[in-house]
Every structure is written in structure tokens, then in C-alpha cells.
């Protein structure tokens, strides 16, 4: 099956820096990478995704980037904020008819003010 | 639309107990989900479906059992609770499962096992 390493699995930056999250994954024929943001206490929701004949996406302060041939992806953040400051998870889903999601362990991201 | 709805939202039990996780969605989706989410793990999908009568395993499914009588409902049921199952639950839903839809999850459950 689909194994996603992500790393690290903690960062701490200063407000207005960059963050650099990334994951690699194990099943060529996978071909949909979202990220999932989880601040405490709450549940996961999506910031952005991006599928295999795409090599980088953006949205706003968020972008992603793929690289299939190497297996990795990553998520990009400009201009941290601390409401930034969350647990990110990377997924990847299992190729062909696989109705399988599997995320990466996560990253805490603390935004310092 | 309420989403997908999670019940209870704190639970203890003690080992060997049984008890039911519920989940309902409003959103008229096919595709329905648990995950549990245990620090440092991530979360890791315990049982899924793809539609009313139609269920399978993820990658931790020991000691849950699912089923799916309506496109709404999702029960997560576990039959003798252990310490290890000391975790918090996730339901998710997405409109179906191509491989590339969103999930939608709920405000999840944490269960205590003593």
C-alpha cells in the first residue's frame, strides 16, 4: 500500500518567513496530493490540493509543488502569520481503484509573533 | 446543512466494554470514512465506503466493525474496547471517490479506554 513520509515534524518560524513542508510517497500510480490544516482542537480541513498532471499550484500565501518522477511533493507558505500556526498533514491516495486516502504523520507549524 | 455529525464527543469506557461511534452526513455523499488520530501518528483510516451497503477495510480495521444501511449513516462500532483504541475518531465524507475529492470531516470523538 501507500506509505507518505513527511517531514519535519515540527517547525517554528518568525511571522513574515517562509515554511517549507515536505512529503514523499511510495505508489507511482498515485495521483491526487491534498494538504489538510488542523489547528488545535479542531478538525482537519482542506487548504489545497493538487493532482499529478499539475507540477505546482497556488493560492494566495499557499503554494504546492510536485515532483513525480522523485515522488515528492511540498507545501509552500510566504508571509507566515501566526494564525498560520496548526498542525499540516500531507496525503496521497492509492493509485488505480484504491479508495484509499493515506496522510503523513504532520508537521506543527508554530508562527512566532 | 449540518455536514458530517459526530456522537459522542467525549467518551470513557472501560476495557471490554462495547459502544458505538455515530456519523451522519446531510450532503448526500457516497463516500464515507473513519480515521482515528493517535500524537505523532497522523491520522490512519481505520474503515471505509462507497456507498449504502458497501464497506471495506484501512489500514488499522482490527477491533471496529462498520456497516452502511443508509447513504446518511456511518456507525463505528467497537466490540471490546482495549487501552489502544485510547484515541481520538474522525468521520469524513466526500461526494464519491474517484481518488480526488475533498474530504469533509467531523468535529470528532474522543474516546478514553481505562
Known amino acids: 500500500g501507500e506509505n507518505v513520509e513527511q517531514h519535519p515534524s515540527t517547525l517554528s518560524v518568525q511571522e513574515g518567513d517562509s515554511a517549507v513542508i515536505k512529503c514523499t510517497y511510495s505508489?507511482?500510480?498515485?495521483?491526487?496530493f491534498p494538504w489538510y490544516k488542523q489547528e488545535l482542537g479542531k478538525r482537519p480541513q482542506l487548504i489545497i490540493d493538487i493532482r499529478s498532471n499539475v507540477g505546482e499550484k497556488k493560492d494566495q500565501r499557499i503554494a504546492v509543488t510536485l515532483n513525480k518522477t522523485a515522488k515528492h511533493f511540498s507545501l509552500h507558505i510566504t508571509e507566515t502569520q501566526p494564525e498560520d500556526s496548526a498542525v499540516y498533514f500531507c496525503a496521497a491516495n492509492s493509485g488505480g481503484s484504491n479508495y484509499k486516502l493515506t496522510f503523513g504523520k504532520g508537521t506543527l507549524l508554530t508562527v512566532n509573533p | 446543512n449540518a455536514g458530517v455529525t459526530q456522537t459522542p464527543k467525549f467518551q470513557v469506557l472501560k476495557t471490554g466494554q462495547s459502544m458505538t461511534l455515530q456519523c451522519a452526513q446531510d450532503m448526500n455523499h457516497e463516500y464515507m470514512s473513519w480515521y482515528r488520530q493517535d500524537p505523532g501518528m497522523g491520522l490512519r483510516l481505520i474503515h471505509y465506503?462507497?456507498?449504502?451497503?458497501?464497506?471495506d477495510q484501512g489500514e488499522v480495521p482490527n477491533g471496529y466493525n462498520v456497516s452502511r444501511s443508509t447513504t446518511e449513516d456511518f456507525p463505528l462500532r467497537l466490540l471490546s474496547a482495549a487501552p489502544s483504541q485510547t484515541s481520538v475518531y474522525f468521520c469524513?465524507?466526500?461526494?464519491?471517490?474517484?481518488?480526488?475529492?475533498?474530504?469533509?470531516f467531523g468535529a470528532g470523538s474522543r474516546l478514553t479506554v481505562l
Open positions: 469524513a465524507s466526500s461526494l464519491d471517490f474517484t481518488g480526488a475529492n475533498v474530504l469533509t
Open positions: 505508489d507511482s500510480a498515485s495521483n491526487y
Open positions: 465506503s462507497v456507498g449504502a451497503g458497501i464497506t
